[in-house]
């Protein structure tokens, strides 16, 4: 069988399975995990070897001899109301001890807040005291509410945490140092280079990721308290917070991370202090993963990124990224978005580590890994038909997935499948319509297929109505970009693009919020539409509540939801159109998720393609001599992918262009690869299928195992 482009994680004491595993997976490169090492046997077996290393906790002595150079992070109590004449506040009472300690050895005054939050507003510094973990307040406001925001040292790194709770290690527990300071950068570039003199039959080092680890909090119970993917709260000192107000004129305050119990989630619109904030922290950031990787190309090694753990700074879509000179960017695909979010990132190489983890969790006996990774697997398949990815690889303990023969065989099944979409395609993309679809909301291109996520491929309530339509597109023929409001304010609607998408809740970065309050916003849209773009809305597009009514582009979308502010205004009768372009290849009742309730009619032109519960469901309209398309909400399944898929064709005016390539059935694609004059058709399922494809005029016909995949040359 054909071989490469496939990574294996290694374990010592399974030298002869994974001599045979890399026979039969076609294996040519061998890792560490967290937790795991590599035999000399298995280094010296003839295969790269990657080699696992997270800087800020490979010296745990060094670590504890200098906690002033830990890791810090900006925390806050929960709310208490005041009742007498005092109120005392436990800082730490819901948090966990192992993971934090409050940093009492710098100013409090300076460094911490009381925040009287039912006015918003900090207590000042003399009306409030500190002892032994109690904050007390001395003459508060009664009844209202108060909380404290302290600073506190990282004493538990919090992945080696992770692993320690749910993997039960036993571990001493790893403690974060800080870069920040010139003595631990001094300091992390001599281990390092200790290290790579001492591993000279390392042939790539993975950085899991650089510094400072994503938001992760867990309380008083050892339980995930709030995690943020995205966030920047964990890189935070004294040391940081001086040299930022020297660079960019202004001080931040610890309310500016906690943001009212909020954290900068990124459902919310960025401020400006948050946005300098990761401006500051990505050139730091940037300036020292560069020495690391340059010290690394010093001794003739390879090295890469894994996009998880300790990424924040290294956001690869800023400005930032490119200057770490990385040699490839690994990231963990959990589905088609995050697939995208790793094989778009503009470096030399991209690397998919497949989900699942081989962690107890899915690996245990009764567990299903083959479904898992079924599902999982035919999302990312998609997304890497168009934009192919170089290499594959799994990570976690393979002497767990040893004891699933039937996972071994899928794998072998999923890798040969990975390496015939890169040599077929020869590393190029698919046939895509001509023209542009963009995804508008409040942060654009920085944070591109990473909307609508709380963590990292996970499921979540208010997400899966809105993620869906970016997982269906993630697979679908389109140049997608990611676009700003800013941008449009600053270089207004590219020419290229033909088709925006606004998707997500009312006031959430996503929608857009309070950008919508910028008339010249919304104008610029109206005018692009008019003259012939298109504009597809899900959920609450464009919507800030003014002048009675919500969604600001009503006129364009055709659609109003009712707020409660005209409920004695009659609305319009509804008769649903039953044949339309977009709702051609239904088989069954429309997923909406969640969905939207009183979203009513407001033009003449509008024509409702489903409507129930006396709300618009699904509608389009004409706009001058543009289209709008309104969605009440889109998970991911294969009927809703194929919906909007028809949906941004007609959006684009491009019906015809659509039949260029056409398959009768929703559970298979096709894409079309004209240079090579051949197609690439998959089966989306794990049920056999049978499909007609239509390409240029001419029909197919395929017959697919669960998830086959079969390439034609066409004659």
Same mark, same amino acid.
């Given at each position: 069988?054909?071989?490469?482009?496939?990574?294996?994680?290694?374990?010592?004491?399974?030298?002869?399975?994974?001599?045979?595993?890399?026979?039969?997976?076609?294996?040519?490169?061998?890792?560490?995990?967290?937790?795991?090492?590599?035999?000399?046997?298995?280094? #010296?077996?003839?295969?790269?070897?990657?080699? +696992? @290393?997270?800087?800020?906790? !490979?010296? $745990?002595? /060094? *670590?504890?001899?200098?906690?002033?150079?830990?890791?810090?992070?900006?925390?806050?109590? #929960?709310?208490?109301?005041?009742?007498?004449? +005092? @109120?005392?506040?436990?800082? !730490?009472? $819901?948090? /966990? *001890?192992?993971?934090?300690?409050?940093?009492?050895?710098?100013?409090?005054?300076?460094?911490?807040?009381?925040?009287?939050?039912?006015?918003?507003?900090?207590?000042?510094?003399?009306?409030?005291?500190?002892?032994?973990?109690?904050?007390?307040?001395?003459?508060?406001?009664?009844?209202?509410?108060?909380?404290?925001?302290?600073?506190?040292?990282?004493?538990?790194?919090?992945?080696?945490?992770?692993?320690?709770?749910?993997?039960?290690?036993?571990?001493?527990?790893?403690?974060?140092?800080?870069?920040?300071?010139?003595?631990?950068?001094?300091?992390?570039?001599?281990?390092?280079?200790?290290?790579?003199?001492?591993?000279?039959?390392?042939?790539?080092?993975?950085?899991?990721?650089?510094?400072?680890?994503?938001?992760?909090?867990?309380?008083?119970?050892?339980?995930?308290?709030?995690?943020?993917?995205?966030?920047?709260?964990?890189?935070?000192?004294?040391?940081?917070?001086?040299?930022?107000?020297?660079?960019?004129?202004?001080?931040?305050?610890?309310?500016?991370?906690?943001?009212?119990?909020?954290?900068?989630?990124?459902?919310?619109?960025?401020?400006?202090?948050?946005?300098?904030?990761?401006?500051?922290?990505?050139?730091?950031?940037?300036?020292?993963?560069?020495?690391?990787?340059?010290?690394?190309?010093?001794?003739?090694?390879?090295?890469?990124?894994?996009?998880?753990?300790?990424?924040?700074?290294?956001?690869?879509?800023?400005?930032?990224?490119?200057?770490?000179?990385?040699?490839?960017?690994?990231?963990?695909?959990?589905?088609?978005?995050?697939?995208?979010?790793?094989?778009?990132?503009?470096?030399?190489?991209?690397?998919?580590?497949?989900?699942?983890?081989?962690?107890?969790?899915?690996?245990?006996?009764?567990?299903?890994?083959?479904?898992?990774?079924?599902?999982?697997?035919?999302?990312?398949?998609?997304?890497?038909?168009?934009?192919?990815?170089?290499?594959?690889?799994?990570?976690?303990?393979?002497?767990?997935?040893?004891?699933?023969?039937?996972?071994?065989?899928?794998?072998?099944?999923?890798?040969?499948?990975?390496?015939?979409?890169?040599?077929?395609?020869?590393?190029?993309?698919?046939?895509?319509?001509?023209?542009?679809?963009?995804?508008?909301?409040?942060?654009?291109?920085?944070?591109?297929?990473?909307?609508?996520?709380?963590?990292?491929?996970?499921?979540?309530?208010?997400?899966?109505?809105?993620?869906?339509?970016?997982?269906?597109?993630?697979?679908?023929?389109?140049?997608?970009?990611?676009?700003?409001?800013?941008?449009?304010?600053?270089?207004?609607?590219?020419?290229?693009?033909?088709?925006?998408?606004?998707?997500?809740?009312?006031?959430?970065?996503?929608?857009?919020?309070?950008?919508?309050?910028?008339?010249?916003?919304?104008?610029?849209?109206?005018?692009?539409?008019?003259?012939?773009?298109?504009?597809?809305?899900?959920?609450?597009?464009?919507?800030?509540?003014?002048?009675?009514?919500?969604?600001?582009?009503?006129?364009?979308?055709?659609?109003?939801?009712?707020?409660?502010?005209?409920?004695?205004?009659?609305?319009?009768?509804?008769?649903?159109?039953?044949?339309?372009?977009?709702?051609?290849?239904?088989?069954?009742?429309?997923?909406?998720?969640?969905?939207?309730?009183?979203?009513?009619?407001?033009?003449?032109?509008?024509?409702?393609?489903?409507?129930?519960?006396?709300?618009?469901?699904?509608?389009?309209?004409?706009?001058?001599?543009?289209?709008?398309?309104?969605?009440?909400?889109?998970?991911?399944?294969?009927?809703?992918?194929?919906?909007?898929?028809?949906?941004?064709?007609?959006?684009?005016?491009?019906?015809?262009?659509?039949?260029?390539?056409?398959?009768?059935?929703?559970?298979?694609?096709?894409?079309?690869?004209?240079?090579?004059?051949?197609?690439?058709?998959?089966?989306?399922?794990?049920?056999?299928?049978?499909?007609?494809?239509?390409?240029?005029?001419?029909?197919?016909?395929?017959?697919?195992?669960?998830?086959?995949?079969?390439?034609?040359?066409?004659?």
């Amino acid at each position: 069988m054909e071989k490469g482009r496939f990574t294996l994680p290694g374990e010592s004491g399974l030298e002869k399975e994974i001599k045979n595993l890399a026979e039969v997976w076609g294996v040519d490169a061998i890792r560490d995990s967290d937790g795991t090492e590599l035999s000399s046997e298995l280094i #010296d077996m003839g295969l790269q070897v990657y080699s +696992t @290393l997270c800087l800020v906790r !490979m010296d $745990n002595e /060094f *670590a504890k001899k200098n906690r002033n150079y830990l890791q810090q992070i900006f925390l806050t109590s #929960d709310c208490h109301t005041a009742t007498s004449d +005092t @109120l005392t506040i436990d800082i !730490m009472e $819901n948090t /966990f *001890a192992q993971q934090f300690e409050p940093n009492t050895d710098i100013d409090i005054k300076k460094y911490w807040q009381v925040m009287d939050r039912t006015l918003s507003v900090p207590c000042e510094p003399d009306d409030w005291s500190y002892k032994d973990g109690m904050i007390v307040i001395a003459n508060p406001k009664k009844w209202h509410r108060y909380s404290v925001n302290f600073l506190a040292r990282q004493i538990w790194e919090p992945v080696s945490m992770y692993n320690h709770l749910t993997n039960n290690w036993d571990e001493e527990h790893k403690m974060p140092v800080d870069p920040i300071y010139p003595e631990v950068r001094a300091h992390i570039l001599k281990i390092l280079e200790t290290w790579l003199v001492e591993h000279p039959k390392t042939d790539i080092v993975r950085f899991t990721t650089f510094f400072y680890c994503f938001d992760l909090v867990y309380d008083r119970l050892g339980k995930e308290k709030m995690v943020n993917w995205f966030g920047y709260l964990a890189c935070v000192s004294p040391a940081a917070l001086e040299k930022f107000e020297e660079e960019y004129g202004y001080s931040l305050t610890p309310e500016d991370f906690i943001d009212n119990f909020r954290y900068n989630t990124p459902f919310k619109s960025p401020a400006k202090k948050y946005l300098d904030w990761m401006d500051f922290v990505g050139k730091f950031v940037a300036e020292f993963a560069k020495e690391c990787v340059d010290l690394v190309h010093k001794y003739n090694k390879k090295a890469i990124m894994f996009l998880g753990d300790h990424w924040a700074g290294t956001e690869p879509y800023g400005n930032y990224f490119k200057n770490i000179g990385l040699d490839a960017v690994v990231g963990a695909a959990g589905d088609g978005v995050t697939t995208r979010m790793i094989a778009d990132i503009p470096v030399r190489e991209t690397e998919a580590r497949l989900y699942p983890y081989l962690f107890p969790d899915v690996f245990y006996e009764g567990g299903d890994p083959v479904g898992e990774s079924s599902s999982i697997w035919i999302k990312c398949r998609r997304a890497m038909m168009i934009q192919p990815m170089a290499r594959m690889g799994y990570g976690g303990y393979l002497s767990l997935a040893l004891k699933f023969p039937d996972f071994i065989e899928h794998v072998t099944e999923i890798a040969g499948q990975f390496r015939t979409i890169w040599n077929e395609a020869e590393g190029k993309q698919p046939y895509l319509a001509p023209f542009k679809v963009a995804i508008l909301n409040a942060w654009g291109k920085l944070r591109s297929w990473q909307t609508h996520q709380v963590a990292h491929s996970l499921w979540n309530q208010r997400c899966y109505s809105y993620l869906g339509a970016l997982e269906a597109i993630a697979g679908m023929p389109f140049d997608v970009e990611f676009i700003s409001f800013d941008d449009i304010l600053e270089n207004g609607i590219s020419k290229d693009i033909k088709v925006i998408m606004n998707l997500g809740d009312a006031g959430t970065s996503w929608s857009g919020g309070e950008y919508w309050a910028d008339e010249r916003i919304a104008a610029a849209v109206r005018e692009w539409v008019y003259h012939g773009g298109g504009l597809i809305g899900i959920g609450e597009p464009g919507a800030f509540e003014r002048s009675g009514e919500l969604f600001t582009l009503s006129d364009v979308l055709g659609v109003q939801k009712e707020i409660g502010l005209t409920a004695s205004n009659n609305k319009p009768k509804i008769e649903v159109l039953k044949d339309h372009f977009i709702t051609r290849d239904l088989n069954s009742t429309i997923d909406y998720g969640e969905g939207m309730s009183m979203i009513y009619k407001t033009t003449d032109s509008l024509q409702v393609l489903d409507y129930s519960n006396l709300s618009c469901n699904l509608a389009v309209n004409t706009y001058g001599t543009g289209r709008s398309v309104y969605i009440a909400g889109l998970p991911y399944n294969a009927q809703n992918a194929r919906i909007l898929k028809r949906a941004v064709f007609f959006a684009a005016g491009a019906e015809s262009e659509y039949e260029t390539v056409s398959v009768d059935n929703i559970n298979v694609e096709c894409n079309y690869y004209p240079e090579q004059n051949k197609i690439c058709v998959m089966n989306n399922s794990v049920e056999a299928q049978r499909a007609a494809v239509k390409v240029n005029g001419k029909t197919y016909e395929f017959e697919f195992k669960p998830i086959g995949i079969e390439w034609k040359v066409l004659l």
